[in-house]
């Protein structure tokens, strides 16, 4: 491969991201659905790429670009996510925490539960791990399915494109599921903000924000006589996720054997120098907003390249377990979004819930995009909530990502299965309680009160 190779095929892709723009902002079906451009980019490149229609000549390393793009998303979590307090989190936002935290562990213990003791009894040469690829699909994404693949390494090859596959159409579930229940909820008075669908402005349809409408995406810290400000801050995420990059190659050459995953030390070298960065006053030359913009276009071509890359033949080799799989997924998370959380929220309870649906089946970017529909002003509070809540989910989701897979390849298929379902389990069964005792008559909370 040369330098010529990585820059065509970034070409191509791009181009397929500006049709992809084109489409949404032109085709009435598609601005219906709110397909996001990275993935009309992703199918158009896959349809078009050299496994299918042979159009477009991507070279044969289109498939190593989600892993190093997830590194440089990952280093930037640590520049874009607020920082709390657990003691704060669950004093504030309990309820929040609870039903995104169990959401998580359910999909990896449920998924797992439901692939070894259903679907491995009808296919049975399908891996132990294959149960990993609802929640790596739907509440991972694109990007956690190349962390997830990576994890695997060279044992589990085949984990590249199903996770793709999965993460695919979990972002499909997402908007097409979100828009139906969105319009059934409107339907009944239940949302707060949104009174009729149909009077949705233009700009979420089609993507295109209007001159007068549009707003700055950063103020930039630095002169550009001496270095260009989106330079200037994709250089740092950058430089993490090459020095974390030769770090986890490192330490793969001292051990036989290990491999760490280059996405988690991007996250913990990202979070050591963001430390470093604030506490030496050093991040009040850097804008926020731009951190943002580097990782939201490193995901936009990580899911571009993602889907891609799919391997229409490993797709193919696994259709009965994947789309028995996929169903699964599809049933569970409507289970979970009106007997859990719309059970369990307590103000804006539609709001809240279309916003977990659709990172629950999508990515935060899809359940962000809901709820904008539904609560145009953000005025429930729920992206608050969710910031806050999601500190402690962050680091557990780095946890699950890295260690599941090893675990399972340990042989501990069926203790990881059990004991994540009996942890999800619990954690609503305490939130239900929690809310029973905050929501007892006024006339009972003095007594409860002096028990207390």
């Known amino acids: ?31 219906s659905i709110f397909l996001p451009s990275s993935l009309i ?46 003691k704060g989190v669950m004093k504030s936002v309990g309820t929040m925490w609870a039903v995104s935290q169990s959401a998580v562990i359910l999909q990896w213990g449920v998924g797992l539960l439901f692939a070894l003791g259903v679907v491995g009894v009808f ?6 791990g294959f ?98 400000p989106l330079i ?28 760490i995953p280059t996405f988690s030390v991007a996250f913990l070298v990202g979070y050591l120098v963001f430390g470093v960065m604030t ?41 009965g377990p994947l789309a028995l799989l996929m169903v699964f997924g599809v049933v569970a998370m409507i289970a979970f979004y009106f007997f859990v959380a719309k059970r369990l929220f307590v103000d804006h309870q539609v709001e809240q819930s279309i916003f977990t649906w659709g990172w629950g089946t999508g990515t935060v970017a899809m359940g962000i995009a809901l709820l904008r529909i539904v609560d145009p002003g953000m005025r429930s509070k729920t992206l608050d909530y969710y910031g806050l809540a999601y500190i402690p989910i962050g680091f557990g989701d780095i946890a699950f990502v890295a260690l599941l897979p090893a675990l399972i390849m340990a042989g501990m298929a069926w203790p990881v299965a059990i004991v994540m379902t009996v942890a999800g389990i619990a954690i609503l069964t305490a939130a239900r309680i929690m809310r029973r005792k905050n929501t007892l008559p006024a006339e009972e909370a003095p007594a409860t009160a002096a028990v207390d």
């Open 279 to 319: 506490k030496s006053g050093a991040m009040r030359h850097f804008d926020t907003r731009l951190f943002e913009r580097t990782s939201s276009s490193s995901t936009d071509l990580l899911v571009a390249f993602g889907i891609a890359s799919i391997d229409p033949a490993i797709v193919v080799a696994y259709a």
């Open 41 to 86: 980019a992703g199918v158009l490149g896959l349809a078009l790429g050299p496994k299918m229609l042979g159009v477009i000549p991507f070279s044969s390393e289109i498939s190593s670009y989600a892993g190093v793009l997830i590194a440089v998303v990952f280093a930037a979590l640590p520049f874009t996510s607020k920082v709390a307090s657990l």
């Open 1 to 31: 491969m040369t330098a010529w190779s990585l820059f065509t095929d970034l070409g191509w892709i791009c181009v397929l991201l500006l049709a992809g723009a084109f489409l949404r902002a032109k085709v009435p079906f598609i601005q």
């Open 131 to 228: 149960g990993l690829m609802i929640a790596t699909g739907f509440m991972g994404g694109h990007g956690t399915a190349a962390a997830v693949a990576e994890s695997f390494g060279d044992q589990w090859p085949e984990a590249a494109s199903l996770g793709m596959t999965a993460a695919t159409v979990g972002i499909i579930v997402s908007v097409v599921g979100g828009i139906i229940l969105i319009k059934l909820e409107s339907m009944r008075g239940n949302t707060v903000y949104l009174t009729h669908f149909k009077d949705l402005p233009r700009s979420l349809r089609t993507g295109m924000v209007e001159p007068d409408k549009r707003e700055p995406i950063a103020a930039s810290p630095v002169s550009s006589m001496s270095i260009d």
């Open 123 to 128: 296919f049975t040469a399908v891996p132990d």
């Open 232 to 259: 200037y801050h994709a250089g740092v995420l950058f430089a993490i996720a090459g020095i974390s990059y030769m770090i986890s190659d490192w330490a793969g050459s001292m051990v036989d054997g290990l491999n």
